[in-house]
């Protein structure tokens, strides 16, 4: 049980175009889920966290306009980077919150490239 | 504000010794404490989860312990093999809610 799936897992992109990214909760429901970005070498620095039907909550830093985030139903929430810069080449995880809130299980991570 | 502190430096051991990882933490009592591991291009996988009233806690080669005088958790595998080289974080929940991580420790087992 608690398999995120994330999708793609891997993409390149031009300067300038928006790319989303999928987060599924496939055996459970996630009322909230997480956005995460990770560079290489370092720990993963939380972006959002996203809440079913409600506007998502952004980290200090984090641009909202920039990263859109929805969460649409209680196993879907995206991450759309919009007019992507190459400094917004990064490791992107979503995670979900089991339902007692104690862990998150996380999703296999997408590897964007912006050229 | 809460810090987590992980060996910076690579662990490498021989197949068959024991790992122990060391994790600690500053400026907050968390009343848990968790342990992930993460493969190279991998998002992190779930492992332990050890709460403040338990002093360890066990899963198959994996055990853990937490001492909250000293503000530190310890991550063990026994038996270590060649399959268990990856990066191990440690994360807690801040006393804001949200799950921060360590920077990670990463293992290498020699065969």
């Known amino acids: 049980g608690a398999v995120v799936s994330q999708h793609p897992s891997r993409v390149i992109c031009k300067s300038g175009t928006s790319v989303k990214i999928e987060c599924r909760s496939l055996d459970f429901q996630a009322t909230t889920m997480f956005w995460y970005r990770q560079f290489p070498k370092q720990s993963l620095m939380l972006m959002a966290t996203?809440?079913?039907?409600?506007?998502?909550?952004?980290e200090q830093g984090v641009e909202k306009d920039k990263f859109l985030i929805n969460h649409a139903s209680l196993t879907l929430s995206t991450l759309t980077v919009t007019s992507a810069h190459p400094e917004d080449s990064s490791f992107y995880i979503c995670s979900a919150e089991s339902g007692g809130g104690e862990t998150q299980y996380f999703g296999p991570g997408t590897r964007l490239l912006v050229l | 504000s809460q810090k987590i502190e992980q060996n910076s430096e690579a662990l490498n051991i021989q197949e068959g010794k024991t790992a122990t990882l060391t994790c600690n933490y500053t400026?907050?009592?968390?009343?848990?404490l968790q342990w992930y591991r993460q493969d190279p291009g991998r998002g992190p996988v779930f492992l332990l989860l050890?709460?403040?009233?338990?002093k360890e806690k066990r899963k198959e080669r994996l055990k853990v312990t937490f001492d909250t005088t000293l503000k530190q958790s310890l991550f063990h595998i026994t038996a270590s093999q060649p399959a268990d080289s990856a990066t191990y974080l440690c994360?807690?929940?801040?006393?804001?809610?949200?799950?921060?991580f360590g920077q990670g420790t990463e293992l290498s087992v020699k065969p």
């Open positions: 400026n907050y009592s968390p009343a848990y």
């Open positions: 996203s809440n079913e039907g409600s506007k998502a909550t952004y």
């Open positions: 994360a807690l929940y801040n006393q804001g809610g949200k799950l921060i």
């Open positions: 050890i709460r403040e009233n338990e």
